[in-house]
């Protein structure tokens, strides 16, 4: 038992490595990685793809790289919004790492890329507790998966210095509760900034963009309480004692086999 945690904290100190290096290296060249994170279905795609076509319309050069288990289905949405946009293919793995996001990006995103949105696999477990570089980690939830999803997937909404809810057209039609689901955020994530967004009304969107340029313009973001850092391999080395819910999630170091990329 003991070697499974060893071994998961191994991978997620690999990992936070190859983080601190992306970041290091795209911040000098002054791109900055926004991580989405969300359950399937949560309606990141098509809310995405309303950012990216603002982004174009405010004159910003930004890219998008989504990842799936399968199809292209999500690239060819964001594609629309003009944007230089790739799809990843994970094969089954169910979600991206830090090495993975690197070796994706090189050779294919843009030198003036200024943002870049990281669509990650749809998912609220594994993806969580992995550091992709990003300066601002998003997690988006709809109003029709329930109030208590924050304190279902603790680490995903723990970790997040966004929270977006998505579909707030129908908020009244599936009977959701904002002031139990804000609460609920609080919990496990104290201070932490709830926005409420519809792709078919319109509320909301540009707010995921403005908190984006804020970050790469170098403003604070929220300081979650779970991620709590001490000295170490690059300055922080991360106490993962915090992230319990399956980052590790078969409790193995996978062979992260590269995935065919269009």
């Given amino acids: 038992?003991?070697?499974?945690?060893?071994?998961?904290?191994?991978?997620?100190?690999k990992n936070d490595a190859a983080a601190h290096a992306l970041r290091t290296g795209l911040a000098a060249?002054?791109?900055?990685?926004?991580?989405?994170?969300?359950s399937p279905g949560s309606g990141k795609t098509a809310l995405l793809e309303?950012?990216?076509?603002?982004?174009?319309?405010?004159?910003?050069?930004?890219?998008?790289?989504?990842?799936?288990?399968?199809?292209?289905?999500?690239?060819?949405?964001?594609?629309?919004?003009?944007?230089?946009?790739?799809?990843?293919?994970?094969?089954?793995l169910c979600h991206l790492e830090a090495e993975m996001l690197?070796?994706?990006?090189?050779?294919?995103?843009?030198?003036?890329?200024?943002?870049?949105?990281?669509?990650?696999?749809?998912?609220?477990?594994?993806?969580?507790?992995?550091?992709?570089?990003?300066?601002?980690?998003?997690?988006?939830?709809?109003?029709?998966?329930?109030?208590?999803?924050?304190l279902k997937y603790p680490t995903?909404?723990?970790l997040a210095q966004v929270v977006v809810v998505t579909k707030t057209d129908i908020a009244r039609a599936v009977d959701f509760d904002e002031t139990l689901f804000?609460?609920?955020?609080?919990?496990?994530?104290?201070?932490?900034?709830v926005v409420l967004t519809s792709a078919r009304t319109g509320e909301g969107v540009g707010a995921l963009l403005d908190r984006a340029e804020a970050a790469a313009?170098?403003?604070?973001?929220?300081?979650?309480?779970?991620?709590?850092?001490?000295?170490?391999?690059?300055?922080h080395e991360h106490d993962h004692d915090d992230h319990q819910d399956g980052h590790g999630h078969d409790g193995h170091e996978h062979d992260h086999r590269m995935a065919q990329t269009r």
């Fill in 182 to 193: 804000r609460e609920n955020v609080q919990r496990v994530n104290p201070g932490v900034e």
């Fill in 156 to 158: 995903a909404f723990g």
């Fill in 102 to 150: 690197g070796g994706y990006l090189d050779g294919w995103l843009p030198d003036d890329a200024r943002l870049l949105f990281v669509e990650n696999v749809g998912n609220l477990v594994c993806p969580a507790s992995y550091d992709l570089g990003e300066a601002l980690r998003v997690v988006l939830a709809s109003v029709t998966e329930g109030e208590d999803k924050p």
């Fill in 217 to 235: 313009a170098g403003a604070a973001t929220h300081a979650p309480v779970m991620a709590r850092h001490r000295h170490g391999h690059d300055g």
């Fill in 29 to 38: 060249r002054g791109t900055t990685v926004v991580n989405l994170l969300s």
């Fill in 50 to 92: 309303l950012e990216l076509g603002m982004a174009r319309e405010r004159g910003l050069s930004v890219a998008a790289l989504t990842a799936d288990l399968a199809t292209e289905n999500d690239a060819t949405r964001l594609a629309r919004s003009g944007v230089p946009v790739r799809q990843v293919l994970t094969d089954g």
């Fill in 1 to 13: 038992m003991c070697r499974v945690v060893d071994l998961q904290q191994a991978v997620l100190a």
